[in-house]
């Protein structure tokens, strides 16, 4: 499933967690030795991983991390647990799983150390003691899932499958590692393969799951065959199940809409784009959100509409979208910088859509370089502007991406049919 970054545990579920399995689960193989003597702190790690597996996300996860750590200060998979679902990402909390991991049991150590790696700037090198470690405790599922992930990211994708069939055969029951298997039929390019195992997932989650990682995997098979009114479906569907499920990611369904929006706005439905970035907005101010957050959303509003407008061609209207969003970032301060590529993403749309190539690439290219619908854009402009071995290299690029979500979705057939053009 691909969300903004704000949207909270969505993002930090996918931030490399697994699950661990019961212990009569494990019979195959060695397991972790939990270093607490906690018993409150071990139940409540379970029933946590167990949320994950079933994939089940939103604050009630982050009060169970903290439920962990209160229980046992010192337990360091409690630490390293609190780390991986609390966003945005804060470092001292990993740090403090760190720094407690030396004191910890063998596979719990070389787990945190590993994982220190695979959400660091070079998660590949993860690659090697995750391996180690999968051969070492074969019966810990969570190593078998999170190897088979960072796999997957460096585009070793039957690796990736094996692993996560290791876990698939220590527990069936979870649909966790049925998706990231359905994900992985994506990138190969098996649509209909995909949709039938996200089927297969949806079948074994929970009652009254919003089941956002198999209603996103749906749309992204229909968007590559170049069926949006089918990927809008399932999106529409989602969004009812995200409402009766109580909203349980922890923020209102404006990222739904939004992706509604960008599905629409990239099939040239433009007034269905304005209305669904709009009606997306309109669950945000009456939320649970604080203020800035709510600031936050308010400029992905202004950023859609921004696209929007150069779709239409009204460029003026477009720009003051994007003054307003440069406004924003300098008033943010410190925070704000963060959200200096959105900027140049939204500044390079519009020139490139009002005909200035060389100003859309000086934008793009300080944007996000790991987006491949950015790269999409650069590719675009830098054949407008003659530049034809860049713009090959970005297309190429875009192919490449091993980033599962609705930016690579977007991208990926148009910068197929551009390079067979080419």
């Known amino acids: 499933m691909n969300v903004p970054r704000a949207t909270v545990a969505a993002a930090a579920c996918v931030a490399m967690l697994g699950g661990l399995a019961p212990a009569g689960d494990k019979a195959a193989g060695r397991a972790f030795t939990l270093t607490t003597r906690s018993q409150e702190a071990r139940d409540t790690l379970a029933e946590l991983q167990r949320r994950i597996e079933n994939q089940q996300f939103g604050p009630a996860n982050v009060e169970l991390a903290r439920k962990i750590v209160a229980a046992d200060p010192s337990f360091a998979m409690g630490a390293y647990y609190l780390s991986a679902v609390t966003f945005p990402p804060q470092p001292k909390l990993l740090e403090r799983a760190r720094e407690l991991a030396p004191k910890a049991s063998d596979g719990e150590r070389r787990f945190i150390e590993a994982m220190a790696l695979a959400r660091g ?161 309109e669950s945000v101010p009456g939320s649970g959100l604080d203020e800035t957050d709510k600031k936050i959303w308010l400029g992905r509003l202004h950023h859609g509409t921004g696209r929007t407008l150069a779709r239409m061609g009204r460029y003026a209207e477009a720009w003051k979208e994007a003054e307003t969003i440069r406004k924003m970032i300098e008033e943010g301060g410190e925070r704000g910088k963060e959200f200096e590529p959105a900027y140049h993403y939204l500044a390079g749309y519009i020139k490139l859509e009002s005909g200035d190539a060389w100003a859309a690439i000086e934008h793009l290219r300080k944007g996000n370089p790991d987006d491949p619908f950015q790269k999409l854009l650069l590719g675009r402009a830098y054949e407008r502007a003659g530049d034809k071995a860049s713009a090959r290299k970005n297309y190429e690029e875009v192919l490449a991406s091993t980033a599962q979500g609705l930016d690579r979705a977007l991208a990926y057939p148009e910068a197929r049919k551009r390079l067979a053009s080419m």
Not at 155 to 171: H, Q, S, T, V
Not at 178 to 205: C, P, Q, S, T, Y
């Open 121 to 281: 700037e070079r998660p590949a090198e993860a690659i090697e003691p995750l391996t180690k470690l999968s051969r070492a405790y074969a019966g810990e599922r969570i190593v078998h899932v999170l190897l088979g992930q960072v796999l997957a990211a460096a585009g070793r994708l039957d690796e990736a499958r094996r692993e996560y069939e290791a876990a698939i055969a220590l527990d069936p029951t979870t649909p966790r590692a049925h998706a990231f298997i359905a994900n992985l039929l994506v990138l190969k390019g098996d649509h209909a393969g995909a949709r039938a195992a996200f089927e297969k997932v949806l079948k074994i989650m929970p009652a009254g799951t919003a089941p956002g990682p198999v209603r996103y995997g749906v749309a992204f098979t229909y968007l590559y065959e170049g069926n949006p009114d089918a990927a809008l479906a399932s999106l529409r569907t989602f969004v009812d199940e995200y409402r009766k499920a109580g909203a349980p990611f922890g923020i209102p369904e404006v990222f739904i809409w939004n992706s509604i929006a960008r599905i629409n706005l990239e099939n040239g439905r433009l007034p269905e784009a304005m209305k669904a970035y709009e009606k997306g907005y």
